[in-house]
């Protein structure tokens, strides 16, 4: 099955700087990645997503990369701000998989100011 | 749009009782929803694929006899896990996939959580 794998896991950035999150994939069928953010308690939050027919997508100062021949993706934060501290998720899902989503560990993002 | 509740938020049960969880997608129709479990600092484990008017799918090493799926509507699935254990304590999230074409790998979007413990 699939595996998405997460670095790092933790990532700490001084308010204004860019946070930067990869993340691998091993199934060279997947075709879908969301990010999604989750902070303490609460529901995980899509914050981004890209098909495996680009390889960029950038809503505001969100980002996500995508290199299918190297199966990894990447989430770019630019001009962080505290609120943007949360744990970040990646994943990974293909059609033929039932529309599982297979997640990364997650990042805990900390911007201090 | 595109909203997700689960009931109930919170719950607190004496070991050996069972507990069940509601799904609901309150603004679209969801032919399939997923049940996740996530443990403290730790990531969504899925559990099982639900779907409308079939049994749902369940992940290798969940028991499907404690861990109960319904999904007897588009807009809702429910989870009882039976005869709970201290174990079974956790942090329980249901996703919905919009009804869409058949095959496309699609946004999942994720209720609130229900965390359950048991003593």
């Known amino acids: 099955g699939e595996n998405v794998e997460q670095h790092p896991s933790t990532l700490s950035v001084q308010e204004g700087d860019s946070a930067v999150i990869k993340c691998t994939y091993s199934d060279s069928a997947s075709n879908y990645f969301p990010w999604y953010k989750q902070e303490l308690g609460k529901r995980p939050q899509l914050i981004i997503d890209?098909?495996?027919?680009?390889g960029e997508k950038k809503d505001q100062r969100i980002a996500v990369t995508l290199n299918k021949t190297a199966k990894h993706f990447s989430l770019h934060i630019t001009e962080t701000q505290p609120e943007d501290s949360a744990v970040y998720f990646c994943a990974g899902s293909f059609t033929g998989g039932g529309n599982k989503l297979t997640f990364g560990t997650g990042t805990q993002l900390k911007v201090e100011l | 749009g595109a909203v997700v509740s689960q009931h109930p938020s919170r719950v607190i049960c004496k070991s050996g009782t069972s507990v069940k969880i509601e799904c609901r997608s309150l603004d679209f129709q969801a032919t399939t929803m997923f049940w996740y479990r996530q443990f403290p600092k730790q990531s969504l484990m899925l559990m099982a694929t639900?779907?409308?008017?079939?049994?749902?799918?369940?992940e290798q090493g969940v028991e499907k006899d404690k861990f109960l799926i319904n999904h007897a509507s588009l807009t809702l699935s429910t989870l009882t896990v039976t005869s709970a254990h201290p174990e079974d304590s956790s942090f329980y999230i249901c996703s919905a996939r919009p009804l869409r074409l058949a095959g496309v790998a699609d946004t999942q979007y994720f209720g609130p959580g229900t965390r359950l413990t048991v003593l």
């Open positions: 890209i098909r495996s027919n680009v």
């Open positions: 639900s779907n409308e008017g079939s049994k749902a799918t369940y």
